[in-house]
């Protein structure tokens, strides 16, 4: 079986460190026969640390090594030393990835802005020395404690684009080279469908330096929501976005009527969120350097309603009123 390159689901087993152990001691030292309890205590366990990086792109790491243990603490010492506390483990995700509890299906954190920490696994409290029980009338205490175990959980992680755009269409649109010709992504670009098998993200620079992020995920084609096709497995990946792109193919080469495209993507969304369906949407009518795109095009805001933005990608016109009409929606 061929191994993944993007992983946007993975189980978590997450293990915090034991305490460490209170110790037993008397001081025994020369001129000093009755020195009394000097036990030390037990270092704390380490903690599991999830940090939403912006430099992680997948879940990958985690899906060749989903277990993730904090070191253990350190047990107490003599001359009341203590222990030394166990190391956490930090596991870098990347930035708007969701963490559920596997067992209770609760959503317990959503890691979107950079460098956000959540504890995953707490680590155990160490253990205390017999020097604690030291007293007046008790002068040789043997008690002591145990360090905790640590903190064990299963978790689920779910991965979601953070963008402000997405680009949705059927394959084959032309999705990844309209990416390509509106930001400084570059994508893998080819003539046959479902040429893009991973979500690939774009930032679109305007004149005064504002930004905007772009998401492109692979193409959709009827009840993707059922998970037909690549289905919902990327559908997630357009749930954060503001703005949505639809990109159509004008010219019809693949046979389908543009409007019923457009239609169907619009269900498709509805079906698998109703409320992506009332967010702000553009129709990129791609291909129109193809001889039946003029023609159709004029059918299609017809027949729709809408007023499509007229490019190219192939040959790179109409970009510039693609990237206008999107930064005027983040601006108005």
Not at 129 to 137: C, L, M, T
Not at 144 to 162: N, W, Y
Not at 213 to 223: F, M, Q, R, S, W
Request: charged fraction near 25%; glycine fraction near 12%; hydrophobic fraction near 35%.
């Amino acid at each position: 079986m061929k191994s993944p390159t993007f992983v946007d689901r993975v189980t978590l087993y997450a293990q915090g460190g034991n305490g460490g152990n209170g110790c037993v001691s008397f001081r025994r030292e020369k001129f000093e026969p009755r020195g009394g309890p000097d036990g030390g205590d037990g270092g704390h366990g380490g903690s599991v640390v999830l940090q939403s990086d912006r430099d992680t792109d997948s879940l990958l790491p985690l899906f060749y090594a989903p277990h993730q243990r904090a070191g253990h603490g350190g047990h107490g010492r003599g001359k009341q030393q203590r222990g030394g506390d166990g190391a956490d483990r930090v596991v870098r995700v990347p930035c708007g990835t969701e963490v559920w509890d596997s067992e209770t299906g609760e959503q317990l954190d959503d890691l979107v802005a950079e460098d956000r920490r959540w504890l995953a696994a707490r680590g155990g409290a160490g253990g205390l020395g017999n020097v604690h029980w030291k007293s007046a009338v008790h002068r040789a205490p043997r008690e002591h404690t145990d360090g905790e175990p640590g903190e064990s959980r299963t978790l689920r992680l779910e991965f979601k684009l953070v963008a402000d755009a997405g680009l949705i269409g059927f394959p084959n649109a032309g999705k990844s080279s309209l990416l390509a010709g509106i930001s400084d992504a570059h994508p893998k670009v080819a003539a046959y469908p479902f040429t893009t098998l991973n979500p690939v993200v774009g930032t679109v620079i305007f004149e005064d330096y504002s930004r905007v992020t772009v998401a492109d995920v692979p193409g959709l084609i009827e009840n993707a929501h059922r998970g037909v096709g690549l289905g919902d497995t990327f559908l997630r990946h357009v749930e954060r976005a503001r703005v949505q792109i639809f990109v159509i193919d004008m010219a019809g080469l693949d046979g389908r009527k543009p409007e019923d495209d457009y239609r169907t993507l619009r269900r498709e969304l509805e079906l698998y969120r109703p409320d992506l369906a009332e967010r702000t949407a553009l129709v990129a009518a791609n291909k129109m350097d193809c001889p039946p795109a003029a023609d159709n095009l004029e059918r299609f805001a017809a027949r729709t309603g809408t007023r499509p933005i007229p490019v190219s990608a192939l040959q790179r016109t109409g970009l510039d009123a693609l990237r206008a009409a999107l930064r005027t929606r983040f601006t108005a």
